[in-house]
Structure formats: C-alpha cells, structure tokens
C-alpha cells in the first residue's frame, strides 16, 4: 500500500521561518508590500493606468489631434454604449446616430440631437489612422529616424457609419477619451525621463560628497542648497518667455523633462550623501580599501547596494511631483501645449466657467490625473514601509 506523507502545520510554519530567514532583502520588501492591501490596490490601478497610456494609439478609435476630430459633434457630450432601449434587446451595443439642427429655444445656435431610431452597432478590431508602438521618431529634430516596432492601423473599438467618443468631444471636436490616454502616456514620459536625470545627478553628486567630504564635500553642498532655493514658478516663467516659438511640440516636451531633471536632484542627493558619511566608516568599506578597491567600485559595489531599497522608494515617491509639476506648468500655459496631449495641457480648460456650467465631462481627464498621483503615492508610501524592518514598531 502507497501512501502520501501530508505535511502538517509545524512542517508549514517551519518551511514559512526558513524561508524568512534565507530570504534576500528584495523578497522581504516584496513580501511586506504585498500584505499591504492599500499599497497592492494603488499598484494595480497604476499598472493599469500605465498599460493604458502605452497602448494609447491602439485602444483610442480616433486620432487625438487631427484625424479624429468630429466637425458634427463639438463639445459633444459623452457616449455610452448601450444593449437595449424602448426599441427592443441588441446583442450588439450600439450608440445613437447625431443629427444637427437649430433651434428657436437657443436662438437658432446649432444643436446635436440623437436621432433614436437609427442605432451605429460597435465593432471590435476596426482600421483607422496609422500609428506605431515602441518606437523613435526624431524628424522633428531634424534626424533622418523613424524607427517602430510595431506599425499598425487596428483599433480595439469603433463604429459602422459614424464615430463613438465615450468621454464626449472638446470645442473643436477632438475626442476626449482619445486625448486622455495619450496624456496618461504624455505625463508619466515626462515624468520618467525627469526622475532618470534627477536619479543620475543624485548619485554622481551625493555619491562623491558623502564618500570624499572634506571641501569637496562643501562645495557639492554650497551647488545643492543654491538650486534648493530656485524659485520654479519664475524660473520656468523666465524660460517661457524666451523659448523660441519655432521649436515643435517634442523640443518643448524634451526641455521641460530636462529642467525638471536639473532642479528635481537636490533632496535625493542629501540623503545619498547622509547614507553614505554614516557607511563610509564601517569595517567592510576599510577591508575593500585595504584589498585595493578603487573609490568608485567601493561606491558602485559596496555602498550603494547597501540602501537600494531606499533609493528605489525616493524614485518612486518623487515621480508624483514630477508628474504633477509638468501638470501645474502646462496648466499655466508655461509647459506642454497643443497639439501635444497632456494632462495639464488637457486641464486648462476646466477653469472656463462656460465648461463648469454645460461641459462638465471635461473634468474626466482631471480624474485620471487625481488617480495617477494617487497611486504613485500610496505605491510609494507602501514601499517605504515595506523597506522600513521597522515599520511596524512604530504604529
């Protein structure tokens, strides 16, 4: 007779103490964070949020600045599919045909009604506008480059015989939804490309003061403090006011990424330095100068794999404000504007008073970008426990 050993709780919960215990730091955090629940909901909302803005061209029916625009249907409310209706049940959903007409109750001003007895089923995996996925396009710069790898015209959803725009349309017809998703990607570029410059300028700099001191050291300190007390608002005025008007929408796009790098290092690269004046001291640090290491291997190797943890929670924790600063600059009309789709570019319009009081579905990109600052906070605080052993001590 066969038979199968079971395991029992004390084998578990020995399995459960080893694999503690042999467990690197990585899995620790990991660990810890997945019991976090808030962390773990804000995590999935903005992996979703990000899958969204990469896969922006394909999930959008219509292109955000030219070809999608709808000249029948500007400020257009938004557009619900529907299944059924007083006409009967549809597999298929469907949304209403738009007729135009004046009308006496509005001083014959144009006005769209939906015509209810002729319905425009949804189709899936519909041709449009081309777009490309994964790819670099540098003519705007004046380079010869245009490479993508994957070029396509599908989309995931449209029409037969006229046009959806679930997030309604703009004053000049350009489908809402469409833009949405584009600035989800718009911001979070921006966003990553600041926070890799900042993340390089913090490790070079704090790494150097915190490892050498002495009057290298003072200097680095004297450089970070003078950029700490850069006022941004009239800086980026000040820049604003000589950028040439010729550049294109991406030179603007790369320079506010590049400036928001430039004064977004300073806080990070204290703390480097700060890890590093305590680390520096520490036998395994004198045992790898004594072997022969270099200066830069015994900060590469040694010390700052000793806080990595840390540093990935700052990233993490700081691409917020980077999102949110090229939101307020575009906002003011001193960042990203058309027909480049951003999020603050996006939100000028919601200080309209026309727009609070008719066009209230323009306030849905306002929600995305409310969602996406969210998550990366709550992402960020759930990582800074997790990485924090002692977390839990302190509630």
């Given at each position: 007779m066969f038979w199968r050993k079971t395991a029992t709780a004390p084998d578990i919960d020995q399995k459960a103490k080893e694999a503690y215990f042999t467990a690197g730091q990585g899995q620790l955090i990991m660990a810890r964070f997945k019991s976090n629940r808030t962390a773990m909901i804000a995590a999935w909302a903005l992996i979703i949020m990000i899958m969204m803005g990469l896969f922006a061209?394909?999930?959008?029916?219509?292109?955000?600045?030219?070809?999608?625009?709808?000249?029948?249907y500007e400020n257009g409310a938004p557009q619900l599919p529907k299944m059924w209706d007083e006409n009967g049940f549809s597999l298929r959903p469907f949304i209403?045909?738009?007729?135009?007409?004046?009308?006496?109750?509005?001083?014959f001003r144009w006005v769209v009604k939906e015509n209810r007895e002729h319905r425009l089923y949804m189709q899936f995996f519909t041709r449009d506008w081309e777009y490309s996925l994964f790819g670099l396009d540098l003519r705007s710069f004046g380079l010869n480059v245009d490479v993508a790898l994957i070029r396509s015209n599908i989309h995931l959803f449209g029409v037969?015989?006229?046009?959806?725009?679930?997030?309604?349309?703009?004053?000049?017809?350009?489908?809402?939804?469409?833009?949405?998703?584009?600035?989800?990607?718009?911001?979070?570029?921006?966003?990553?490309?600041g926070v890799l410059i900042s993340f390089v300028l913090a490790l070079a700099i704090g790494g150097v003061a915190g490892?050498?001191?002495g009057w290298l050291d003072s200097v680095l300190q004297m450089i970070t403090?003078?950029?700490?007390?850069?006022?941004?608002?009239?800086?980026?005025?000040?820049?604003?006011?000589?950028l040439p008007p010729e550049w294109s929408s991406e030179a603007r796009f790369f320079f506010i990424s590049i400036i928001l790098g430039l004064i977004g290092w300073p806080t990070l690269a204290?703390?480097?330095?700060?890890?590093?004046?305590?680390?520096?001291?520490?036998?395994?640090?004198?045992?790898?100068?004594?072997?022969?290491?270099?200066?830069?291997?015994?900060?590469?190797?040694?010390?700052?794999?000793?806080?990595?943890?840390?540093?990935?929670?700052?990233?993490?924790?700081?691409?917020p404000y980077m999102v949110r600063s090229e939101t307020a600059l575009s906002f003011i009309g001193l960042g990203l504007k058309d027909p480049v789709n951003s999020l603050g570019a996006m939100m000028q319009n919601v200080s309209k008073a026309d727009v609070l009081l008719n066009y209230q579905w323009y306030f849905i990109p306002v929600l995305f970008f409310v969602a996406l600052v969210l998550a990366f906070v709550f992402v960020g605080d759930g990582l800074r426990d997790a990485a924090d052993p002692y977390s839990d001590s302190k509630k």
């Open positions: 061209p394909f999930l959008s029916p219509y292109d955000p600045t030219i070809a999608g625009r709808d000249d029948q209403y045909a738009n007729e135009r007409e004046r009308s006496m109750a509005t001083n037969e015989g006229g046009k959806i725009h679930l997030f309604g349309t703009d004053a000049s017809g350009k489908d809402i939804f469409s833009r949405t998703l584009h600035a989800i990607w718009t911001s979070l570029a921006v966003g990553t490309l490892y050498f001191g403090d003078a950029i700490r007390t850069v006022p941004q608002i009239p800086l980026f005025m000040a820049m604003a006011a000589f204290r703390r480097i330095r700060t890890h590093l004046l305590t680390e520096r001291s520490q036998e395994y640090v004198l045992a790898a100068e004594l072997c022969g290491a270099s200066s830069s291997h015994i900060i590469r190797r040694h010390l700052l794999p000793s806080f990595t943890s840390y540093i990935i929670v700052d990233l993490m924790i700081s691409f």
